[in-house]
C-alpha cells in the first residue's frame, strides 16, 4: 500500500475537499466566507440562477458575444479552532485557489473554458485575427469555439463528477486534480508551444498510471526493431530457450513505464469511448491502432523531454480539430485534440472506479494554500533544549557555528546560552559510538565554553572537557571549526593528514548524508588543505584542493585572488582568515593584523563579551 502523503505534500490541493467539509471535527464551529470573483467563458451558462454545484455556486451574466462573464461565489470553510482546543488564526484563505480548481473543473468536464484570465480567454477565443490553422479553436474545438452553451443536463453531469471526485482520497484527489489543472493549462499553451502542450498532456495522463493495470504485450506485438535484434540473437537457440527469453524480455518490458503508461490508458477506456463519447468528433482513432499510437505520443514526449525535439506541424496545425493525423515518421497520430478527448475520458473513468472514502477528521492546515516555510536563523533554536539525538548532532554545531560567526560580524546581538543545551551533550554523549555525531557534539561543547569565562564553567562541564577535549586532536571537519571559531590553536597535522580529511569532507559534500557547516568553513578546509601540501612541495595536489576551495564559494574575490597567486606559484600562506570568517571591524579596516594576534584568532574584547550570553 502507498504511503499517505502528508498535508505539507498536498499543500494547496484540497482546497475543494477542505470547502466540502470533509474533514472538520463535530461540534466545531466554522468560519465561513463566501468569496465572488468574475471568470470569463466562451459560452453562455443556461439554467436557473444560481446554478448550485456541490461545491460553490455560479451567477450567469445575460450577455453573449464571442465570449461571456460569469460570477463564481465559493463558501471557504475552515475550523475556528486547532486540534488542541486553541482559537485559530486562520479565518479564510484569499478565495482564488477554490475559485480556480471550480474554474479547472468546469472547463474539464464542460469542455468550455473558464478561466478569471480575461485577456487569456479573449485571446484564445477570438483568435485576435490569427489566419485559420493558427487559432485555439482549430487545435481543440469547443473548448475555445465562440458562442457555445452549456445546458441544464451539463450542469448535472458536472455535479455527478464532483461528488464522485470529493468522495476520493486524498491522494487520489489531489492526482486527479493535478492532472486537471495540468492538463486544462497545456491546452491555453498550446497555441505558442504546440510540443510543449502535447508533452504535457501525455505526462498528465502518465501520471494517473497504475502497476496494476499493466500488462504484457504479446511478441508479435512487441516493438519490430527491438523483435528483430532479439530473434536473430535466438536464432541458434532451442525453442524452449527461446520462448523463455522472449518471455522475460516481455514481462521487463511490461514492468517500463511507457509499457504502464499504455497499459493503464487502455484498461481505463470504456466501451462509450467509441460510441457515444466519440460521437461529432473528427477522424477520432480506430481501437486497433490507439496502443501503437499510445506509443508514439510516448515516444514523442520521451523526444521533447530529453532532446528538445518539437512536433511536425502536421500533427497540430490544418487538421480542424481531427483527433488523429498523419505524420512522416509514425505515419498517423493522436493530434492535440485526440489526447485532450483521450485524457478527459480516462480521467472520468479513473474517478467512477477509484474507491471512495468517508468523511473523515484530519488536520488539513499545513494543506492549505499561502503557508510559506521558513528557515529560522540559528541563534533563534540552537540554544532549546529538548530533542537533541545523534541525528541532530552535527546540524546543531553547524547551527553553532553560523550564529557565532554573524555574532563575531557584528550581523545580530542575540545571546546563545547554551549552558542548557551543554548539559544535554554532557548526557548524551557517553551513550554514543565514536563517529561524526559524537565528535560534533564535544565540538559544539567545547567551543561554547571557549567563548565564556572560565570562571563560570561548570565543574561537571570542566570534567566532561578533560574526559573527551582529546576526540578534536584527531583529523575532523568539527575540530577544524572550534579551532577557526576560538582561541584554540590550530592541530598540528601533517600534509597527508590534512589531504585525507578535506578530501573526505569534499566527497560527503555530494552526498545527502553529509554533515552541514557553514559554507565559510568548508572553504577553509580546502584552503588550509591546500597551504599545507604547498609547503610540503606537493603543488599540483594543492592546485586541486585550491579549485575545491573556491567551488564551495564561487566569485569570492579573496579566494579567486588567493588561487590565482597559488597558481602562479607566487603562494601567500597568510590567507586573511579572520577577515573571510567575520569581515573587517569597525575600525580597523587600514590596521595590520598585530604581531600577537594570528590570523583567525578571536580577540579578547569578543571573548569578554561572549560572556553575556553567547
Known sequence: MAKRKSARQLRGQLMLQIAAGRFFRPGVPLNE?????????????????????????????????????????????????????????????????????????MTFVLNRTVSRNHDQTRRLVTGDGAPR?????????????????????????????????????????????????????????????????????????ESISDDKLSTPATWDR???????????????????????????????????????????????????????????????????DLERMLGIAYDIRSRRSHVLEDLGEGVWVYTDGAETAYEPSFERVLTLAGLWRLIRHVVRQYVSNAEKVA???????????????????????????????????TRLLDGFAEALIGWIAGQHTDGIPLDQVCREIEDLVPTLPDGESKTSLIATHVLWHAWISPADHRSEAATFIDEYKAVLDAPSASAVTVSLLSDHSMPTWSANDWA????????????????????????????????????????????????????????????LAWEARLVAGNHDPDFDVHTFLFGEREGEASRETSEDEQPGDSSTEHREAAGVQP
Open 33 to 105: 466566507t463566501e468569496h465572488r470573483y468574475t471568470v470569463y467563458s466562451n459560452a453562455r451558462f443556461i439554467g436557473d440562477p444560481p446554478i448550485a454545484l456541490p461545491v460553490g455556486e455560479v451567477i450567469a451574466s445575460t450577455e453573449m458575444g464571442h465570449t461571456s462573464s460569469a460570477m463564481i461565489a465559493v463558501v471557504d470553510r475552515l475550523e475556528q479552532q486547532r486540534p488542541d482546543g486553541t482559537d485559530d488564526f486562520m479565518i479564510a484563505t484569499g478565495g482564488t485557489d477554490l475559485v480556480d480548481d471550480l474554474a479547472y473543473l
Open 133 to 205: 490553422g493558427r487559432s485555439a479553436n482549430d487545435l481543440f474545438p469547443e473548448l475555445f469555439e465562440p458562442r457555445q452553451t452549456v445546458q441544464p443536463h451539463q450542469w448535472e453531469d458536472l455535479r455527478q463528477f464532483m461528488n464522485g471526485l470529493l468522495d476520493l482520497s486524498q491522494d487520489d484527489f489531489a492526482r486527479v486534480m493535478r492532472v486537471i489543472r495540468n492538463s486544462v493549462d497545456a491546452t491555453r499553451r498550446a497555441l505558442d508551444d504546440p510540443t510543449g502542450a502535447y508533452t504535457d498532456l501525455v505526462a498528465a495522463l
Open 500 to 559: 585525507a580529511m578535506a578530501q573526505a569532507r569534499n566527497g560527503a559534500r555530494h552526498t545527502k548524508s553529509q554533515a552541514p557547516l557553514p559554507a565559510a568553513i568548508d572553504v577553509l578546509i580546502q584552503l588550509i588543505a591546500a597551504d599545507e601540501l604547498e609547503a610540503a612541495g606537493r603543488h599540483d595536489e594543492a592546485v586541486v584542493f585550491a579549485a575545491k576551495a573556491v567551488g564551495e564559494l564561487p566569485g569570492n574575490d579573496a579566494l
Open 222 to 288: 512487441y516493438d519490430g526493431s527491438k523483435r528483430k535484434i532479439i530473434d536473430a540473437a535466438l536464432i541458434d537457440a532451442g525453442q524452449e530457450v527461446a520462448d523463455r527469453v522472449r518471455a522475460a524480455v516481455l514481462e521487463a518490458d511490461r514492468a517500463g513505464l511507457k509499457r504502464r503508461f499504455i497499459s493503464s490508458t487502455l484498461a481505463r477506456l470504456s466501451p462509450d469511448y467509441y460510441r457515444d463519447n466519440a460521437a461529432g468528433s473528427i477522424r477520432p482513432p480506430r481501437a486497433p
Open 359 to 393: 468523511p473523515e477528521p484530519w488536520d488539513y492546515r499545513n494543506a492549505l494554500p499561502g503557508i510559506v516555510e521558513v528557515q529560522l536563523a540559528p541563534q533563534y533554536w540552537i540554544w532549546q533544549p529538548g530533542g537533541l539525538t545523534a541525528t541532530t548532532a
